[in-house]
């Protein structure tokens, strides 16, 4: 039996609803996916928070502790302007996701509020677990060590500066918010495609710019990783064909002397060089030029496949010490790109045009510095007889000399030397070979000149 209101009953229900809905409504219920969901609305302020069904206790608390902190500082601001007339309603919006790879627990916390202004105030917040271990982790654990945490920074830098369409980036800006402080990598996660950061508004740029994000490929950072975290199936780019190897045993008693060619690869130079080391039982280093190796692909391939050390002379040649950082890297990073796409390896070489280096350059090559201490300037006078006698006349145990294999004269003179200096009991190798057979490790901070006992 259905009851009919009276007149005074509607009233009375017309000023609850009035009352009802002047008052915060609530609701929080689950979704089938199991996250939780608050709405709350008042004719002042919406407020939403989203969040997922966490079972572990430790992260539970460190999200619920975010969400009562970014709630509160909202709500306080709502209560202190409740005697203020706005224009339009005040809005929180919080969301919380979650993914695990490899073992780690990635939880991601967005706020967006607006409380008056020209725009929302954003908040982000990243949390890191370790589900063995039980411990919470940032960005260098997934790194070997400080250096390696540094290198992976100036790549973080290289990347957002080379952003299509961001132009109009300030250096200052992008160098100081990639600087290697883990408060500038405090939102990231691995992906299939590599390690991917995001930088939140104000950070890297403006406002208008929005987050901006990159992605670091694994051929790019598998080196700087610990092993668990390095995706090695990255560097499988290209087919790997095994370049020939010494016994090193021979050359044991011998001085070392090693022979290294600039500004290359030429295909008719190059192997002409290439047909002739057999002779004296030769291999040499070749510094190459990025700019070069697309057209010289094949020589390239020769010689590295022969047993012969690729490094980088840069893509264009320039001077390193007056190129801003982002060139820097982007000189190396490109010619090494471009050896790898053909050998299948990236060089651990590099020999800086005109031998310019400073500590900043060397730090941004990550590479070991390759000069020389025999000069027979080949390139000036282009005479085979004056470029071997500048050699033979100034060879010894553990020198490095610089030739040039654009040039003829060049070959033809490093091939004269080496028939007088094979007679002198002196052993034809490489850069790595030396290395090994003096028992020096190579590292990236120390510039050789030779190697000597």
Same mark, same amino acid.
């Given at each position: 039996?259905?009851?009919?209101?009276?007149?005074?009953?509607?009233?009375?229900?017309?000023?609850?609803?009035?009352?009802?809905?002047?008052?915060?409504?609530?609701?929080?219920?689950?979704?089938?996916?199991?996250?939780?969901?608050?709405?709350?609305? %008042?004719?002042?302020?919406?407020?939403?928070?989203?969040?997922?069904?966490?079972?572990?206790?430790?992260?539970?608390?460190?999200?619920? +502790?975010?969400?009562?902190?970014?709630?509160?500082?909202?709500?306080?601001?709502?209560?202190?302007?409740?005697?203020?007339?706005?224009?339009?309603?005040?809005?929180?919006?919080?969301?919380?996701?979650?993914?695990?790879?490899?073992?780690?627990?990635?939880?991601?916390?967005? %706020?967006?509020?607006?409380?008056?202004?020209?725009?929302?105030? @954003?908040?982000?917040?990243?949390?890191?677990?370790?589900?063995?271990?039980?411990?919470?982790?940032?960005?260098?654990?997934?790194?070997?060590?400080?250096?390696?945490?540094?290198?992976?920074?100036?790549?973080?830098?290289?990347?957002?500066?080379?952003?299509?369409?961001?132009?109009?980036?300030?250096?200052?800006?992008?160098?100081?918010?990639?600087?290697?402080?883990?408060?500038?990598?405090?939102?990231?996660?691995?992906?299939? !495609?590599?390690?991917?950061?995001?930088?939140?508004?104000?950070?890297?740029?403006?406002?208008?710019?929005?987050?901006?994000?990159?992605?670091?490929?694994?051929?790019?950072?598998?080196?700087?990783?610990?092993?668990?975290?390095?995706?090695?199936?990255?560097?499988?780019?290209?087919?790997?064909?095994?370049?020939?190897?010494?016994?090193?045993?021979?050359?044991?008693?011998?001085?070392?002397?090693?022979?290294?060619?600039?500004?290359?690869?030429? %295909?008719?130079?190059?192997?002409?060089?290439?047909?002739?080391?057999? =002779?004296?039982?030769?291999?040499?280093?070749?510094?190459?030029?990025?700019?070069?190796?697309?057209?010289?692909?094949?020589?390239?391939?020769?010689?590295?496949?022969?047993?012969?050390?690729?490094?980088?002379? %840069?893509?264009?040649?320039?001077?390193?010490?007056?190129?801003?950082?982002?060139?820097?890297?982007?000189?190396?990073?490109?010619? !090494?790109?471009?050896?790898?796409?053909?050998?299948?390896?990236?060089?651990?070489?590099?020999?800086?045009?005109?031998?310019?280096?400073? !500590?900043?350059? =060397?730090?941004?090559?990550?590479?070991?510095?390759?000069?020389? !201490?025999?000069?027979?300037? *080949?390139?000036?006078?282009?005479?085979?007889? @004056?470029?071997?006698?500048?050699?033979?006349?100034?060879?010894?145990?553990?020198?490095?000399?610089?030739?040039?294999?654009?040039?003829?004269?060049?070959?033809?003179?490093?091939?004269? +030397?080496?028939?007088?200096?094979?007679?002198?009991?002196?052993?034809?190798?490489?850069?790595?070979?030396?290395?090994?057979? @003096?028992?020096? *490790?190579?590292?990236?901070?120390?510039?050789?000149?030779?190697?000597?006992?």
């Amino acid at each position: 039996m259905k009851r009919k209101l009276n007149k005074k009953g509607k009233i009375t229900l017309a000023i609850l609803l009035i009352i009802i809905s002047s008052i915060s409504v609530m609701f929080i219920y689950a979704d089938n996916n199991d996250e939780k969901h608050i709405l709350e609305s %008042t004719e002042r302020y919406d407020l939403k928070i989203d969040y997922p069904s966490i079972k572990n206790k430790k992260i539970k608390e460190k999200i619920k +502790a975010y969400i009562d902190e970014q709630k509160e500082e909202f709500m306080n601001v709502v209560k202190k302007s409740e005697n203020i007339e706005i224009s339009s309603k005040y809005d929180f919006n919080l969301n919380v996701t979650s993914n695990e790879r490899d073992g780690i627990t990635y939880v991601n916390m967005l %706020t967006y509020s607006y409380t008056g202004g020209a725009h929302y105030i @954003r908040d982000d917040k990243s949390i890191y677990y370790n589900n063995e271990t039980k411990e919470f982790i940032d960005l260098k654990y997934f790194f070997k060590d400080e250096e390696s945490f540094k290198q992976m920074t100036n790549l973080a830098y290289y990347y957002v500066m080379n952003l299509e369409n961001k132009d109009n980036l300030d250096t200052l800006w992008v160098k100081r918010g990639t600087a290697p402080t883990i408060d500038n990598y405090r939102h990231f996660k691995f992906t299939d !495609n590599g390690l991917e950061i995001m930088f939140p508004p104000y950070q890297v740029a403006s406002w208008a710019d929005g987050e901006i994000n990159i992605t670091i490929p694994y051929e790019d950072i598998n080196k700087y990783l610990k092993e668990p975290y390095q995706d090695k199936t990255k560097d499988e780019t290209v087919a790997k064909e095994v370049p020939n190897i010494r016994d090193l045993k021979q050359f044991k008693d011998k001085k070392l002397i090693a022979f290294t060619f600039d500004d290359g690869p030429s %295909t008719s130079n190059t192997n002409y060089l290439l047909d002739n080391l057999d =002779k004296y039982n030769a291999r040499v280093t070749f510094f190459v030029l990025g700019s070069r190796v697309k057209n010289n692909k094949e020589v390239l391939k020769r010689a590295y496949l022969q047993g012969n050390d690729i490094g980088s002379h %840069t893509y264009n040649h320039r001077n390193l010490n007056l190129l801003s950082d982002e060139a820097v890297i982007d000189e190396i990073k490109r010619t !090494n790109d471009e050896i790898k796409n053909i050998i299948g390896i990236s060089p651990t070489l590099l020999r800086p045009p005109y031998g310019n280096l400073t !500590n900043r350059v =060397k730090d941004l090559a990550d590479m070991h510095i390759i000069l020389w !201490n025999i000069d027979p300037l *080949d390139w000036k006078y282009k005479d085979k007889n @004056r470029v071997a006698n500048e050699i033979i006349e100034h060879a010894h145990d553990g020198a490095i000399v610089l030739v040039h294999d654009i040039y003829k004269s060049s070959v033809d003179g490093a091939l004269l +030397a080496m028939e007088e200096l094979e007679k002198q009991g002196y052993a034809f190798v490489t850069i790595s070979e030396m290395a090994e057979l @003096r028992g020096i *490790d190579l590292d990236y901070q120390t510039s050789y000149f030779s190697m000597k006992k």
